[in-house]
């Protein structure tokens, strides 16, 4: 290897003066690029996608009032959003404004039926009440209710004995949907 590096040396250098300049810039370009590719940091991996990619499936909590700030409804929806996390169904919910009367609640569990919500969870009295008025509505919906009187409908009721059973029962009503 030696040798053939000293035989190339002496054959540049009986090359003439233009000759050897132009080798050499050649060279040192093409060392320069090389070096520039090699050193060249890469690019970062792309960011994992922040927003979710859902089903087409929504599951909706109807609640009076108070809405996520009292119980049933906090627990109810803290179950929903972990089955959502999982099953990547869609969750909402949708608080009773007003009067806390059926008819007055029957406009509210309307209008998540005409959302084409594929379960409706009503929770606390009033929401329940409002869904037993409205579910000859909406035959295609599956119905589940935290609390209430259901009245013989085909409801699901979600046992409310303590905030565990709550969550448990919320969690399995979207994960149904899915």
Not at 93 to 116: D, E, M
Request: aromatic fraction near 6%; charged fraction near 15%.
């Amino acid at each position: 290897m030696l040798r053939w590096l000293t035989t190339a040396r002496a054959a540049v250098r009986a090359w003439p003066r233009r000759q050897q300049i132009i080798a050499g810039s050649a060279t040192f370009a093409v060392l320069a690029v090389l070096a520039t590719w090699l050193l060249w940091p890469q690019d970062p991996p792309p960011p994992a996608p922040r927003e979710r990619q859902y089903k087409a499936t929504t599951a909706c909590l109807l609640t009076d009032d108070q809405d996520l700030t009292a119980e049933p409804a906090r627990t109810a929806w803290a179950g929903m959003q972990d089955a959502s996390v999982q099953t990547l169904v869609k969750v909402q919910h949708l608080a009773i404004t007003g009067p806390q009367t059926t008819a007055n609640g029957l406009t509210y569990y309307n209008t998540l039926g005409v959302q084409k919500c594929t379960v409706i969870i009503a929770a606390g009295p009033v929401p329940v009440a409002a869904m037993t008025e409205g579910i000859t509505a909406f035959p295609g919906i599956k119905h589940y209710a935290v609390g209430g009187n259901t009245n013989g409908k085909p409801i699901t009721t979600i046992d409310t004995t303590s905030t565990d059973t709550i969550k448990t029962g919320a969690r399995a009503a979207v994960t149904a949907a899915g």
